[in-house]
């Protein structure tokens, strides 16, 4: 049963530039959720896909725009990177509507921002 | 102040030894209560799952949730070195009619179980 998978594992940037990241969901999930994760913090929510629209947002910036297409799997795009955005960047998916089944995370795709 | 508050440790404990883990938080509307388990380089692993308020074991984990006091606990009975980790709790309310929406978590506590 394979579980949530994102890639790339790591990607460096620098400022300006912009950068796409990709999920692909637990296998029987439709629900995608990206949470940014600075070093030494918990997980902070972004954003999640639903039905390939955003259905809730956390207190990020538009630079942050995201995308999940018919086979549920999603990308969350950053425009114009800042330092501040060197953190990993986790996905979890889910099942709506499923009791009991809590989201599940990938390893996350870590950004470094020079 | 912020939402959930977890004491970032570090804790060190010897192998054998009970953890205690908690988290506070100020929302009411949070229904769902969990903890995740974070390796180093790794993605957060579910631990346990609650809903609401009560206890729930599994194997030498336990989890305790008091809603009337906001407060959140995860207890780990003889600790072994491989529970060396970042523990992170998480909450949720309902969202949309569903079960899971937006997760918010804890800062996250760093375990250190030595041999």
Redesign the interface.
């Known amino acids: 049963d394979a579980g949530?998978t994102q890639s790339p594992t790591h990607l460096i940037k620098t400022r300006g530039q912009q950068v796409t990241l990709r999920c692909s969901p637990k296998s029987g999930h439709d629900?995608v959720?990206w949470?940014q994760q600075a070093l030494?913090?918990?997980?902070?929510?972004i954003f999640?896909y639903y039905e390939e629209e955003e259905?809730?947002r956390?207190n990020f910036p538009d630079r942050f725009s995201g995308h999940q297409f018919p086979n549920y799997s999603s990308e969350l795009n950053v425009n114009a990177l800042l330092l501040g955005d060197s953190a990993l960047y986790?996905c979890?998916s889910?099942l709506?509507?499923?009791?009991?089944?809590?989201?599940?995370?990938?390893?996350?795709t870590?950004l470094s921002i020079l | 102040q912020k939402e959930v508050e977890q004491d970032p440790g570090p804790l060190s404990v010897p192998e054998g030894a009970i953890v205690s883990l908690n988290c506070t938080y100020s929302n009411s509307a949070f229904q769902y209560f969990m903890w995740y388990r974070q390796y180093s380089r790794k993605g957060p692993e579910l631990l346990m799952y609650t809903y609401s308020s009560g206890n729930k074991e599994d194997g030498r984990f336990t989890a305790q949730v008091d809603k009337s006091s906001k407060y959140i606990s995860l207890f780990i009975r003889d600790s072994q070195p491989s529970d060396s980790a970042t523990y992170l709790c998480a909450m949720s309310g309902k969202s949309g009619g569903t079960s899971y929406g937006k997760l918010t978590f804890g800062q996250g506590t760093i375990l250190t179980v030595h041999p």
Do not use: E, I, K
């Open positions: 949530v629900t959720s949470y030494g913090q918990g997980p902070q929510f999640q259905r809730q956390g986790l979890a889910s709506v509507g499923a009791v009991n089944q809590p989201q599940h995370f990938g390893d996350g870590r």
